[in-house]
T-cell receptor, first 115, second 114 residues
């Protein structure tokens, strides 16, 4: 049973560039959430996708956008990269149930460095 | 407003001993879930244990147990018989019933000494 997978594992970009991160959910899961984890901090919620729609968004600018495909996989796009976007980007998948019970399983993350 | 507070930036424990990692939370929603995750240096967040706000008993999963004190709004993680492989960052998180946003604390770095 494959867990959550993310690609690429590491990425180096320069300011102003655009980046796309990819996530495949755990088998049987239909919901994907994205988090940004800066060094030394806990993850911060970016947004969640369910049924190919963005269901909720955290406090992130419009430069951060996403997509969910019919096979439940998801992409996170970040435009006009800033130095402060350097972080570990985590994807988590879950099966949509009662919200408070929904356990999210995380992938290994993508480490993005913006120079 | 900070909803999850982990007051211990770092903790040390001797191998084979038990350790308690503290977590307090703040919510006015009567329905919520509390989660603990382990993050080794590799970066992946590993789910450990879940406690629902309506659960009558404290959750247990193997060597992990959650000391849930609802009135105090605390959800401490207890790790029994610590192993060297338990050395990692530990995060407490909460989901409120109306919210898809899972909020995380700042984490506690646990070091198990041989």
């Amino acid at each position: 049973d494959a867990g959550v997978t993310q690609s690429p594992t590491h990425l180096i970009k320069t300011r102003g560039q655009q980046v796309t991160l990819r996530c495949s959910p755990k088998s049987g899961h239909d919901t994907v959430s994205w988090y940004q984890q800066a060094l030394g901090q806990g993850p911060q919620f970016i947004f969640q996708y369910y049924e190919e729609e963005e269901r909720q968004r955290g406090n992130f600018p419009d430069r951060f956008s996403g997509h969910q495909f019919p096979n439940y996989s998801s992409e996170l796009n970040v435009n006009a990269l800033l130095l402060g976007d350097s972080a570990l980007y985590l994807c988590a998948s879950s099966l949509k149930v009662a919200v408070e019970q929904e356990t999210q399983y995380f992938g290994p993350g993508t480490r993005l460095l913006v120079l | 407003a900070q909803k999850i507070t982990q007051t211990q930036p770092g903790m040390f424990v001797q191998e084979k001993e038990a350790v308690t990692l503290d977590c307090t939370y703040d919510t006015s929603d009567p329905s919520y879930g509390l989660f603990w995750y382990k993050q080794p240096s590799s970066g992946e967040m590993i789910f450990l244990i879940y406690q629902g706000s309506y659960d009558q008993q404290n959750a247990t999963e193997g060597r992990y147990s959650l000391n849930f004190q609802k009135a105090r709004k605390s959800a401490n993680l207890v790790i029994s018989a610590s192993q060297l492989g338990d050395s990692a960052m530990y995060f407490c998180a909460m989901r409120e019933g109306h919210n898809n946003d899972m909020r995380f604390g700042a984490g506690t770095r646990l070091t198990v000494k041989p």
